[in-house]
């Protein structure tokens, strides 16, 4: 099964797509932990991506498609996928439809006014780990891994703001590019726990 999740920023996606990775045997591909992992790395595909995060822009597609379609290339992708964070407007939906096939979109849907709030009290693990202020009591490592918590560069309210307006304007149309596909579920998460958003996903992915 090839997945792929969409959701604004703090809607739950890596939070999710770990947990959907899991029980269904799927890789988690997120370009954002890519990038990061690039941007620590120095490397030129993290000089490049760096601006574009750190304004909360889209990295130019062509960097982001190939990135995609490499890693989709790797044996490990066999038994199928979770794509977090790909693709995030419909040039890279098309460009994906031409080297992947996807057979399922999970819309995480969470009202705008928890987003930023949400976000803003994100700390998370290089593991991939995610967690939020208000779970943590004053605790700083991860109850995973061990790692220290941080939290993210662009996870500052000035960033956000723009991140939501990109996820409105470039992102959200895809809902009704994977609906006339007849390959969108949406989770209407609302205030919900990762537990219950979970139990959601599963419902609808039986
Ligand atoms: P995320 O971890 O998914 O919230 O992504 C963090 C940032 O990485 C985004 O705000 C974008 O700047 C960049 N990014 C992640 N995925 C993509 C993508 N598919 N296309 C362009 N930029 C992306």
Redesign the pocket.
């Known amino acids: 099964m090839n997945i792929v999740l969409l959701g604004a ?1 703090g809607a739950g ?2 939070t999710q797509a770990v947990r959907i990775a899991e029980k269904y045997g799927l890789v988690h591909i ?4 890519i ?2 992992a690039n941007i620590k790395d120095n490397t030129p595909i993290g000089q490049v ?1 760096k601006s ?2 750190d304004a ?6 062509e960097v ?1 498609c190939e990135i ?1 379609r490499q890693r989709l290339e790797k044996k490990d992708v066999s038994a199928g996928y979770v794509l ?6 419909l040039i ?1 939906a098309h460009e994906l439809d031409k080297f992947a096939s996807i057979d399922v979109c999970l819309d995480i849907d969470v009202d705008e006014a928890l987003l930023l709030e949400r976000i803003c009290g994100r700390r998370v693990c290089s593991c991939g780990a995610s967690y939020h202020i208000s779970t943590l009591n004053g605790k700083d490592t991860c109850a995973k891994c061990g790692g220290k918590l941080y939290a ?1 560069e ?1 996870d500052n309210p000035e960033t956000v703001k723009a ?1 939501l307006a ?1 996820y409105n304007i470039q992102t959200a149309p895809l809902i009704s590019y994977y609906g006339a596909q007849n390959k969108l579920k949406t989770v209407m998460c609302g205030t919900k726990t990762p537990d219950e958003v979970f139990a959601a996903v599963c419902g609808l992915l039986g």
Do not use: H
């Open positions: 920023p996606k890596g997120s370009t954002g932990d990038f990061r991506a574009y995060i909360g822009k889209l990295v130019p597609d982001t995609v977090d964070g790909f693709p995030r407007n890279q993210r662009d991140r990109t």
